[in-house]
């Protein structure tokens, strides 16, 4: 089964195209196979399947999977990394972020949302999709301002100033 994922979520990576195209190629590919997941299972394709539920349950009944799931998502992040260096070689992706943790955070990110919209009914991933990317770009990208995680601008480097009355 996870070969089959593999290899509709590994994608080739495009070097003529931006790490925007290819974060987003990957970020709907994963939202893809959980949805058709869903279908298989006898479910709603807006409602993407728990693939970690079903991950952590074959694990309970056959631990030999461990390996295997390792390289799964091993792959997964080493992907990302590879499309999150060129979007900072490129200037497109912050390079003040790590590229390894990014990669994770970006996996944990979708793989939560999508066990999220499996139980949660007023979260339909598949219509969101465009506007979740978009958001999550927004915290990737370069700029002369970066925003931190909730949106909020932050100037980089430290204040002019420092307060005297700041307590510490």
Known sequence: MLSSIEEKVHLPYEK??????NIEKFFNAIIEVNSELSLLAGGHFDKPYDLLALLRTSLNHFPMLQERINAYYDGLAISLERIIKQ?????????????????????????GLCMLSGVY????????????????????????????FFG???KRGLPKTLSLGTKW
Do not use: F
């Open 87 to 111: 979007g900072q070689k490129n200037g497109e992706i912050r390079s003040s972020i790590d590229p390894q943790t990014l990669s994770l955070e970006l996996l944990a990110w979708l793989e």
């Open 152 to 154: 909020t601008k932050k």
């Open 16 to 21: 003529d195209q931006s790490s925007r195209h």
């Open 121 to 148: 009914t007023n979260l339909s991933i598949n219509s969101l999709r465009k506007k979740l990317y978009d958001n999550m770009w927004d915290m990737i990208y370069e700029s002369e301002e970066a925003k931190g």
